[in-house]
């Protein structure tokens, strides 16, 4: 995936390929949040590796840096690549817990994408500046090609 600017010219990139090329994420769903802070987009693994996950990525214009929500919200998985955005920057999704293992408790829950950024970034020991590791930075202001 490549996040572009106005210009055309990659700010940032990051492969959902695994690592032999086989397999990887595919993207079923994605959007700009109403206040254009946030991308979402949601995925299954191709290769069947935990086919009861949906990751639910979010990137991040300001700090130019792509989370995952269930990473970043302790006790939580995404089970549905579905989801709702809110306006301003809030994202509906479906969740179960990891409380007792991976139950039947699947509910929705809304996420404020600005709260969430902010616990990742303090759970990954980042300041307001650090990209996170699994991206490549490249310049400011963003659209996006998949």
Request: aromatic content about 10%; charged content about 20%; hydrophobic content about 35%.
């Amino acid at each position: 995936m490549q996040i572009l600017n106005a210009s055309g010219m990659t700010r940032l990139e990051r492969s959902f390929a695994s690592s032999d090329g086989e397999h990887g994420v595919v993207i079923e769903k994605a959007t700009w949040s109403p206040d254009s802070e946030f991308f979402v987009f949601s995925g299954y693994s191709s290769g069947g590796h935990q086919p009861w996950r949906a990751p639910l990525f979010i990137y991040g214009r300001a700090r130019n840096t792509i989370y995952e929500l269930d990473k970043c919200v302790p006790g939580i998985a995404v089970v549905e690549s579905g989801f709702e955005m809110v306006a301003p920057h809030l994202v509906r999704v479906t969740v179960a817990s990891f409380s007792h293992g991976l139950g039947e408790d699947h509910r929705s829950e809304t996420y404020d994408l600005r709260d969430v950024v902010h616990k990742c970034q303090i759970k990954d020991g980042a300041s307001p500046r650090d990209p996170h590791p699994h991206t490549k930075p490249v310049r400011s202001g963003a659209w996006v090609q998949l």
